[in-house]
T-cell receptor, first 114, second 114 residues
Framework: KQEVTQIPAALSVPEGENLVLNCSFTDSAIYNLQWFRQDPGKGLTSLLLIQSSQREQTSGRLNASLDKSSGRSTLYIAASQPGDSATYLCAVRPSGGGADGLTFGKGTHLIIQP | DTGVSQDPRHKITKRGQNVTFRCDPISEHNRLYWYRQTLGQGPEFLTYFQNEAQLEKSRLLSDRFSAERPKGSFSTLEIQRTEQGDSAMYLC????????????FGPGTRLTVL
């Protein structure tokens, strides 16, 4: 059974700092990995999707990397802003067998102090 | 593209009552997913449809839960004989078959069982 772990569970940093969020998964048989953002009481917003054959994806100040063989992904946020405060979730999609539901970690709750 | 919509946004019910939620996916998305999220946890996959066919069901989907997508467009999730443990956010997502195969999430339905 796939398990996804996110470290740290919570993080509070001053505005302007660069930061790294970590995600690990136990089964390397994945099709892709997605990073999402969730604001309190809201749905999820997709940030980046990395296919299993890719090593990284970038969007603006966000960069996500994937090391499938070691079961790890990182989300790098450059020059953090108060508006980045949210919960960040990573999720993996399984490969093969008709399974298509995402397995999520518990998230990293991020607070950017003005 | 109006996004994924869910109705109602909030539902309060008494234990033992039946409830039904609706999800309207992004038009032309043929895959539709249901997830459940409890406080402090990541979303957990429940089931998904390709068009009107229900292709995968999680073991979390007990006999009291039933989902339908009769015409391959909107979907309903019904919970019979609700229990307090059913209190959660119920999230719907959809995606098309194009790459990248990003899942787009709706705002969720918050269920409270008293």
């Amino acid at each position: 059974k796939q398990e996804v772990t996110q470290i740290p569970a919570a993080l509070s940093v001053p505005e302007g700092e660069n930061l790294v969020l970590n995600c690990s998964f136990t089964d390397s048989a994945i099709y892709n990995l997605q990073w999402f953002r969730q604001d309190p009481g809201k749905g999820l917003t997709s940030l980046l999707l990395i296919q299993s054959s890719q090593r990284e994806q970038t969007s603006g100040r966000l960069n996500a990397s994937l090391d499938k063989s070691s079961g790890r992904s990182t989300l790098y946020i450059a020059a953090s802003q108060p508006g980045d405060s949210a919960t960040y979730l990573c999720a993996v999609r399984p490969s093969g067998g008709g399974a298509d539901g995402l397995t999520f970690g518990k998230g990293t709750h991020l607070i950017i102090q003005p | 593209d109006t996004g994924v919509s869910q109705d109602p946004r909030h539902k309060i019910t008494k234990r033992g009552q039946n409830v039904t939620f609706r999800c309207d996916p992004i038009s032309e998305h043929n895959r539709l997913y249901w997830y459940r999220q409890t406080l402090g946890q990541g979303p957990e996959f429940l089931t998904y449809f390709q068009n009107e066919a229900q292709l995968e069901k999680s073991r979390l989907l007990s006999d009291r839960f039933s989902a339908e997508r009769p015409k391959g467009s909107f979907s309903t999730l019904e919970i019979q004989r609700t229990e307090q443990g059913d209190s959660a956010m119920y999230l719907c997502a959809s995606r098309g078959l194009a790459i990248p195969d990003t899942q787009y999430f709706g705002p969720g339905t918050r269920l409270t069982v008293l």
